[in-house]
């Protein structure tokens, strides 16, 4: 029982004495209840790291804003130089030197327009007025939120530690760093104010394109001073500074688009813009100027200029220019100058068309030479890369590839008529060979050798377009990614603006458009016996800081099984020894086929050897006219002038390789699926059925829409002196190529198979 009151506290009789109750004493009277527990757990747990939060953050508080010791604060450098980029050839000798127009222009603050202050601000600081150098409001928020991405992370950092960081201290990931950054961003707060940090910071933040600061930009992008900015250009701008390459309006449009979208809303959510002041801004898209740069070409300039495309598309306009880059290219001197002098000494005449060479090593995909015209200060327009032309029959090889992968064998025999009507082919359903040569039955090797319309017709509607479609992708075409859009084309989406094939049954005679550098490639990889190896300008670059970036081939893709590869190999021979292609021949191993588009407009050869694949394209450069009367040829076929300069070429590139064989091709095995020639009757009789012919046909493939009808002429590469005469009237194909050697109607001519 408790006693009287002691000085206030209550106190126990112990031996008649008052003794007052001891606060353990107390507390051990009490009786703990779970809820008594929970709520102590509850402090212990939570309210300590609180207030050890606070105390942090006081203390934090009060060292950088308050008792931070003084820190030393250069004066800002002027602009490091940009370091020029050199392109090599694979000897080492200096082919290019590219230099961006790097520089800036310092304006102060009174001479920058109040809404590129204000994107500024609501961009990449909106408390920029507020806070005192760090904003740690924001720096709670980059840590709480689960994005984690590079611009949240930036979102942290104030406008003040930006420009401390980019002029001062580096941007180094280290903690000794980041307090330096915030001690100095503290200090230079207190010391110069809130508009001289902006006016600094204006002055030396990169945009891109090699202009550092605003007035530097404006010069740039916009041809004007800053001064002059809209709020649709200082939001474009201002967009461009989290990651200049990524955002830039040059290599990105809508990238640029959206960042430039951004910054306006967030103008109009900070109120620096009314909602119709921005409404304005959203549809008052910027108009740009083109980037200066420079570069001084010493040699072989289409080959620099395909270079520079891959080095902008892969790293951007300001590396490729400013980035210090030290490139080596895979471009053969020799070779190079071998086929400059070539495409030269064939077509010397002013008037005489222009003409595109492209060699490639099967194994590397490593490009040797490249020329994309006839002389690249008349003709910047590089062919090699951008000439996108029909091939005419020298597409036949995909054709046949996908038929031998689809069960014919080289001798599945198939009418070949003069004219016939193909089931499937649209608008109306006639093709016909040159001169309307009949050739009887014959086998998928000879129609090869000799270029037989009537039968790829039937090859590809048994096949199927697409089927050919596929098995060209994985040979190589559409080229790489980096390699410039098609002439024209306004589409947004990048890859719909590359070379494309088209489902169509015309595609065996040649109908889509291609550019040499596809070609070379893609034959390439029959050299290569079915292995894709995407085609490489650079073996070799090193950055700014001697780092190498790049090295070496490319990963090698299988395309096609090798057997497939080595037989389609062993037909494209005869057409050098005994077809169309003869005056290609070399002496020694080639396979390769001839190509001839519509009314004479485009002439090709690409062939290949173990060591090289060439591709070589005549025509003209503005327009697809007709190649007549040029150097002694009434109409120039691709075994004519394009043979001719093919055999010139690789007989010098090869002059010191010993010679090496195809590997022999393996006898195919039986068809997988049945496969029989279209009986339909030509101007030619047909003859009875070839026992090697499946007595069984498949189904047609699905016809495509109609197509514009065209009128092709077929170029006889028999004999090149004699002008062929026209063909009537064809339709449901945008190219023809019937480059077959006549023979009398009716009767099948005489072809002898090639070796190997």
Same mark, same amino acid.
């Given at each position: 029982?408790s006693?009287?009151?002691?000085?206030?506290?209550?106190c126990?009789?112990q031996?008649?004495?008052?003794?007052p109750?001891?606060?353990i004493?107390r507390?051990?009277?009490i009786?703990?209840?779970p809820?008594?527990?929970?709520?102590a757990?509850?402090i212990?747990?939570?309210g300590?790291p609180?207030v050890?939060?606070g105390?942090?953050?006081?203390?934090a508080?009060?060292?950088?804003f308050?008792?931070s010791p003084?820190?030393?604060?250069?004066?800002?450098?002027g602009?490091?130089e940009?370091r020029?980029?050199?392109?090599?050839?694979?000897d080492?000798?200096?082919?290019a030197t590219l230099r961006g127009?790097?520089?800036?222009?310092?304006?102060?603050?009174d001479?920058?327009p109040?809404?590129l202050?204000?994107a500024?601000?609501a961009?990449?600081?909106e408390r920029?007025?507020?806070?005192?150098g760090?904003?740690?409001?924001?720096i709670?928020?980059?840590l709480?939120?689960?994005?984690?991405?590079?611009?949240?992370?930036?979102?942290?950092?104030?406008?003040?530690?930006q420009y401390v960081s980019?002029?001062?201290?580096? &941007?180094?990931r280290s903690?000794?760093?980041?307090? &330096?950054e915030a001690?100095?961003?503290?200090?230079?707060?207190r010391?110069?104010?809130?508009?001289?940090i902006?006016?600094?910071?204006?002055n030396?933040v990169y945009?891109g394109?090699?202009?550092?600061?605003a007035?530097?930009a404006a010069?740039?992008?916009f041809?004007?001073p800053?001064?002059?900015l809209t709020?649709?250009?200082?939001?474009?701008?201002v967009g461009?500074?989290?990651?200049p390459s990524r955002?830039s309006?040059?290599?990105?449009?809508e990238?640029?688009?959206?960042?430039?979208?951004?910054?306006?809303?967030?103008?109009?959510?900070?109120?620096?813009?009314t909602s119709?002041?921005?409404?304005e801004?959203r549809?008052d898209?910027p108009?740009l100027?083109e980037?200066t740069?420079?570069e001084?070409v010493f040699?072989?300039?289409?080959?620099?200029d395909?270079v520079?495309?891959?080095?902008?598309?892969?790293?951007?306009?300001?590396?490729a220019?400013n980035?210090?880059?030290e490139v080596?290219?895979?471009?053969?001197p020799?070779?190079q100058?071998?086929?400059?002098k070539v495409?030269t000494e064939?077509l010397?005449?002013?008037d005489?068309p222009?003409?595109?060479?492209?060699s490639i090593e099967p194994?590397t995909?490593?490009v040797?030479?490249l020329?994309?015209?006839?002389?690249f200060e008349?003709?910047?327009?590089n062919?090699a890369?951008?000439?996108r032309?029909?091939?005419g029959s020298?597409?036949?090889?995909f054709v046949?590839?996908s038929?031998?992968e689809?069960?014919?064998?080289p001798?599945?025999?198939?009418?070949g008529?003069?004219?016939? =009507?193909?089931?499937g082919?649209?608008?109306e359903c006639?093709v016909s060979?040159y001169?309307?040569?009949g050739?009887g039955?014959?086998?998928?090797?000879?129609?090869t050798?000799?270029?037989?319309?009537?039968v790829?017709?039937?090859?590809i509607?048994?096949?199927?377009?697409?089927?050919?479609?596929?098995?060209?992708?994985?040979?190589g075409?559409?080229?790489p990614t980096?390699?410039?859009?098609?002439?024209?084309c306004a589409?947004?989406?990048?890859?719909? =603006?590359?070379?494309e094939i088209e489902p169509l049954p015309?595609?065996?005679l040649g109908?889509?458009e291609?550019t040499?550098?596809e070609?070379?490639?893609?034959?390439g990889t029959l050299?290569?016996r079915?292995?894709?190896?995407?085609?490489a300008?650079?073996?070799?670059?090193?950055?700014a800081s001697?780092?190498?970036i790049?090295s070496?081939p490319?990963?090698?893709?299988?395309a $096609?099984e090798e057997n497939i590869?080595?037989?389609?190999?062993s037909i494209l021979?005869g057409v050098?020894t005994s077809?169309?292609?003869?005056?290609a021949n070399?002496?020694?191993p080639v396979?390769?086929?001839t190509?001839t588009a519509?009314?004479?407009?485009?002439?090709w050869?690409v062939?290949?050897t173990?060591?090289l694949?060439?591709?070589?394209?005549v025509g003209?450069?503005?327009?697809n006219?007709?190649l007549?009367?040029?150097?002694?040829?009434?109409q120039?076929?691709?075994?004519s002038?394009?043979a001719?300069?093919? &055999?010139?070429f690789?007989?010098?590139?090869l002059k010191d390789?010993?010679?090496?064989?195809f590997p022999?091709a393996?006898?195919m095995?039986?068809?997988a699926?049945p496969?029989k020639?279209d009986?339909?009757?030509?101007?030619?009789?047909d003859?009875?059925?070839?026992p090697?012919?499946?007595p069984t046909?498949?189904a047609p493939a699905?016809?495509p829409?109609?197509?514009?009808p065209?009128e092709?002429s077929?170029p006889?590469?028999?004999?090149d002196s004699?002008?062929?005469g $026209?063909?009537?009237r064809l339709?449901g194909?945008?190219?023809?190529?019937?480059?077959?050697?006549p023979?009398p109607?009716?009767s099948?001519?005489p072809?002898p198979?090639p070796?190997?």
């Amino acid at each position: 029982m408790s006693g009287p009151l002691v000085a206030g506290k209550p106190c126990i009789a112990q031996a008649n004495i008052l003794v007052p109750m001891s606060f353990i004493d107390r507390l051990r009277q009490i009786r703990h209840t779970p809820l008594d527990i929970s709520i102590a757990a509850a402090i212990v747990l939570i309210g300590l790291p609180v207030v050890l939060a606070g105390a942090v953050g006081l203390g934090a508080y009060l060292y950088f804003f308050k008792l931070s010791p003084p820190v030393a604060i250069p004066e800002p450098e002027g602009l490091t130089e940009a370091r020029s980029s050199h392109i090599y050839a694979s000897d080492g000798t200096l082919m290019a030197t590219l230099r961006g127009a790097n520089y800036r222009v310092p304006v102060d603050y009174d001479q920058m327009p109040d809404h590129l202050v204000r994107a500024t601000v609501a961009s990449e600081d909106e408390r920029f007025f507020e806070h005192s150098g760090l904003d740690l409001a924001a720096i709670i928020r980059a840590l709480t939120e689960s994005r984690g991405d590079d611009e949240q992370l930036r979102g942290a950092s104030t406008i003040t530690q930006q420009y401390v960081s980019s002029v001062f201290v580096g &941007k180094e990931r280290s903690l000794a760093r980041k307090i &330096k950054e915030a001690q100095m961003a503290t200090q230079l707060e207190r010391e110069v104010g809130k508009e001289k940090i902006l006016e600094r910071y204006l002055n030396t933040v990169y945009f891109g394109a090699g202009a550092y600061g605003a007035e530097a930009a404006a010069n740039t992008y916009f041809d004007k001073p800053a001064s002059e900015l809209t709020v649709s250009e200082s939001a474009m701008l201002v967009g461009l500074i989290p990651a200049p390459s990524r955002y830039s309006p040059y290599a990105s449009t809508e990238q640029a688009e959206r960042r430039r979208q951004l910054v306006i809303d967030r103008m109009e959510s900070a109120n620096f813009l009314t909602s119709a002041q921005a409404a304005e801004a959203r549809r008052d898209r910027p108009e740009l100027e083109e980037i200066t740069v420079t570069e001084e070409v010493f040699r072989y300039p289409y080959a620099v200029d395909a270079v520079k495309k891959y080095l902008q598309s892969r790293y951007g306009v300001d590396r490729a220019f400013n980035g210090g880059l030290e490139v080596t290219t895979t471009i053969d001197p020799r070779l190079q100058d071998q086929a400059e002098k070539v495409v030269t000494e064939a077509l010397p005449t002013p008037d005489d068309p222009s003409s595109s060479i492209v060699s490639i090593e099967p194994s590397t995909g490593y490009v040797r030479a490249l020329v994309g015209g006839r002389n690249f200060e008349d003709e910047k327009f590089n062919l090699a890369i951008q000439g996108r032309r029909q091939p005419g029959s020298a597409f036949k090889p995909f054709v046949l590839t996908s038929a031998l992968e689809s069960g014919l064998l080289p001798s599945t025999r198939f009418n070949g008529p003069s004219t016939l =009507c193909v089931p499937g082919w649209r608008p109306e359903c006639q093709v016909s060979n040159y001169g309307r040569s009949g050739f009887g039955t014959i086998t998928v090797e000879q129609a090869t050798v000799n270029s037989v319309n009537t039968v790829y017709a039937q090859m590809i509607m048994r096949v199927g377009p697409s089927e050919v479609v596929e098995t060209v992708r994985r040979m190589g075409i559409p080229g790489p990614t980096w390699m410039p859009p098609r002439s024209g084309c306004a589409v947004t989406e990048e890859d719909l =603006c590359r070379t494309e094939i088209e489902p169509l049954p015309a595609l065996a005679l040649g109908s889509e458009e291609v550019t040499p550098l596809e070609m070379a490639s893609a034959y390439g990889t029959l050299a290569n016996r079915g292995v894709y190896q995407e085609p490489a300008l650079v073996s070799r670059i090193t950055d700014a800081s001697g780092d190498v970036i790049e090295s070496g081939p490319k990963k090698p893709e299988r395309a $096609l099984e090798e057997n497939i590869a080595d037989n389609v190999t062993s037909i494209l021979q005869g057409v050098v020894t005994s077809g169309t292609g003869t005056r290609a021949n070399i002496g020694r191993p080639v396979a390769g086929k001839t190509g001839t588009a519509q009314n004479f407009q485009n002439a090709w050869f690409v062939g290949y050897t173990p060591e090289l694949s060439t591709a070589v394209w005549v025509g003209y450069t503005e327009s697809n006219r007709e190649l007549s009367n040029i150097q002694g040829f009434s109409q120039v076929t691709g075994g004519s002038i394009p043979a001719s300069i093919w &055999k010139t070429f690789t007989e010098e590139a090869l002059k010191d390789v010993p010679i090496s064989e195809f590997p022999e091709a393996s006898p195919m095995g039986a068809l997988a699926l049945p496969f029989k020639a279209d009986s339909s009757a030509g101007s030619s009789p047909d003859p009875s059925p070839s026992p090697e012919t499946s007595p069984t046909a498949t189904a047609p493939a699905a016809s495509p829409p109609p197509m514009e009808p065209m009128e092709p002429s077929e170029p006889d590469e028999s004999d090149d002196s004699q002008p062929p005469g $026209l063909l009537d009237r064809l339709f449901g194909f945008r190219s023809s190529d019937t480059e077959s050697s006549p023979s009398p109607a009716g009767s099948p001519s005489p072809l002898p198979s090639p070796p190997g």
